[in-house]
């Protein structure tokens, strides 16, 4: 059985730092793409960022560019988000899932349970 358990989260003053971490279990996910997504109350999922199986291709949505930064330990089946600059805006749940394919291509078959972020102003 798939699982993945986020960790990191917390609460922190606008311009601070968190690192999100995502541990894997039950497959073999250093042959997938990872993930990071994020709700914030009242709205809709949205997509963060996704690393490919190696690492060496990532994908950040536009109102991150510059700030975070996910990478990925195969060997700890552990997915990272490395968030600075934060925003009270970035305020949310924030998920990991595991890709379906080893690049990131947008679909995702399993996901954490979540981690709350909050940022204070």
């Known amino acids: 059985q798939v699982q993945l358990v986020e960790s990191g989260g917390g609460l922190v003053q606008a311009g601070g730092s968190l690192r999100l971490s995502c541990a894997a279990s039950g497959r073999a996910f250093s042959t997938y793409a990872m993930g990071w997504f994020r709700q914030a109350a009242g709205k809709e999922r949205e997509f963060v960022a996704c690393i490919g199986w190696s690492g060496r291709r990532t994908e950040n949505t536009d109102s991150v560019k510059g700030r975070f930064s996910i990478s990925r330990d195969n060997a700890k089946n552990t997915v990272y988000l490395q968030m600075n600059s934060l925003k009270p805006e970035d305020t949310a749940v924030y998920y990991c899932?595991?890709?379906?394919?080893?690049?990131?291509?947008?679909?995702?078959?399993?996901w954490g349970q979540g981690t709350q972020v909050t940022v204070s102003s």
């Open positions: 899932a595991v890709g379906r394919y080893s690049e990131c291509q947008g679909s995702y078959d399993y």
